[in-house]
């Protein structure tokens, strides 16, 4: 089956051709294709130069900024496409970059430089032909949703430590498995994660999180060993014991927060996150007494740590702050017996925004540890949210301001007036009275 190639793609092919230049789709897209996925990086190769390229297209066309050789050419409808001289690459002193980069003569040499086998294809195309290109069997890999290192795994990964994360990366989102030995040098070069930037690490962290697959890339992590690197506050959770006559838990702290990241229905790596660690604070807290198994405040202990593994991985303050209150608070209490103020502070305590992640993590939680997903008690605590909201909730959602109050009573500013505004909040709030304006009015008459 044939890819269909955009005509301003088209286009592009015929000015090279025309020029003398060869032109192919690699990487991404030509996988994507031979899986059935849309097509939404358009990167290719070719035998011309950076400069060549360039003289290829008018100044408003295309543009060249990097030392890699790659020449973005402007595309209305598919962003820039990346086009990079065929290149070939030597000694990579910090684990992420090559020191040199040197203009290849050939295609085959361009795409030995590439990570794994199925990012390693090429497609030859025009008008009236397109030939797939596979020197390193990729196509067999995809078939077997399998992910291997194109040559000796051990070279892949000493050049760019980070591709070892993109393996797994790459596991969670297409659900494939990684071939022995390349699986192998990731458990040997595991250490080498470290001398990559935070950055990078929280961006692959994340888009694992974001995949099909969470939590098969977290099991790849552990298998791998880069999770021990990562997230060594993850890996201490496993063993730790829960089993108690007090407590419903059938696993251990690690097993039942993988288990909670596989069933959390959100689609939020963030919320997905804090799933995975919403107990991780347990072994800093676990005690034995009489026999029981407690962990007192581990969301307290869990919810400090979460903020320094965030602080880490160089977080947002946004995403920490998220990630800090859906770990804190996820020991709420759904007593049908609470009050509607109890309801009130605890969605002020995780921000009315995090209402829904907070569900989604019990969620997790729930069917992690063996329970149904939901329970009596939990649905009627989800009407009780919604209705509760609909009620004031600080002073300034009361129907009546300080100046109707100054204009009732006669009076003029000053701290009597904010002390009858508490008073009149705390009976609405306790719905000794409606939250309406001449209901207001009547009461501070009397």
Not at 59 to 64: G, K, W
Not at 73 to 91: A, C, H, M, N, Q
Not at 375 to 388: D, H, N
Request: net charge negative.
């Amino acid at each position: 089956m044939n890819i269909r190639i955009p005509q301003e793609v088209l286009d592009i092919e015929k000015r090279f051709t025309e020029a003398g230049y060869s032109l192919y789709l690699v990487g991404g897209a030509v996988r994507d294709h031979l899986l059935g996925t849309i097509i939404t990086d358009w990167d290719f190769a070719t035998s011309a130069r950076p400069e060549q390229i360039l003289s290829l297209f008018s100044e408003d066309e295309a543009f060249y900024n990097n030392q890699f050789g790659t020449v973005g050419v402007k595309s209305d409808e598919y962003g820039p496409l990346e086009i990079t001289t065929f290149r070939s690459e030597s000694s990579y002193s910090d684990n992420r970059r090559p020191d040199k980069v040197e203009w290849g003569t050939s295609l085959e040499e361009d795409l030995k430089r590439r990570d794994f086998t199925i990012n390693a294809m090429a497609l030859e195309f025009n008008e009236s032909k397109q030939t797939i290109i596979d020197p390193f069997n990729g196509q067999s890999d995809l078939d077997n949703k399998r992910i291997r290192a194109v040559g000796d795994p051990h070279e892949r990964f000493s050049e760019d430590a980070l591709r070892m994360m993109r393996a797994i990366r790459i596991g969670a989102q297409l659900n494939f498995k990684i071939e022995k030995h390349t699986l192998e040098a990731i458990q040997t070069h595991a250490p080498t994660i470290n001398n990559i930037a935070a950055e990078r690490i929280h961006d692959e962290l994340l888009k694992i999180l974001a995949s099909d697959h969470p939590y098969q890339g977290v099991v790849l992590m552990r298998q791998t060993g880069l999770s021990e690197q990562i997230l060594p506050e993850l890996e201490k959770c496993f063993g730790v014991e829960q089993k108690s006559p007090e407590r419903h838990h059938i696993d251990d702290v690690g097993t039942h927060l993988l288990k909670s990241l596989r069933h959390c229905p959100s689609d939020n790596p963030i919320v997905r996150l804090a799933a995975l660690l919403h107990d991780v604070g347990k072994p800093q807290t676990f005690t034995v007494r009489d026999g029981i198994i407690t962990f007192y405040n581990h969301e307290v202990v869990g919810a400090r740590m979460v903020k320094n593994i965030a602080k880490r991985l160089k977080f947002s303050k946004a995403d920490t702050e998220k990630l800090f209150k859906l770990v804190r608070w996820h020991q709420f209490t759904v007593d049908h017996e609470q009050s509607d103020k109890a309801i009130k502070r605890f969605i002020r305590n995780v921000g009315i925004e995090n209402v829904e992640d907070m569900l989604d993590l019990r969620t997790g939680d729930r069917i992690g540890s063996g329970a149904r997903e939901t329970s009596w008690r939990t649905e009627e605590f989800k009407k009780r949210l919604i209705e509760v909201q609909k009620q004031p909730f600080t002073i300034h959602d009361l129907n009546i301001t300080g100046n109707d109050i100054m204009q009732e009573l006669n009076l003029k500013p000053g701290p009597e007036i904010g002390n009858i505004m508490k008073d009149l909040f705390e009976k609405v709030e306790n719905n000794k009275v409606e939250n309406n304006k001449n209901e207001l009015l009547k009461l501070i008459r009397s």
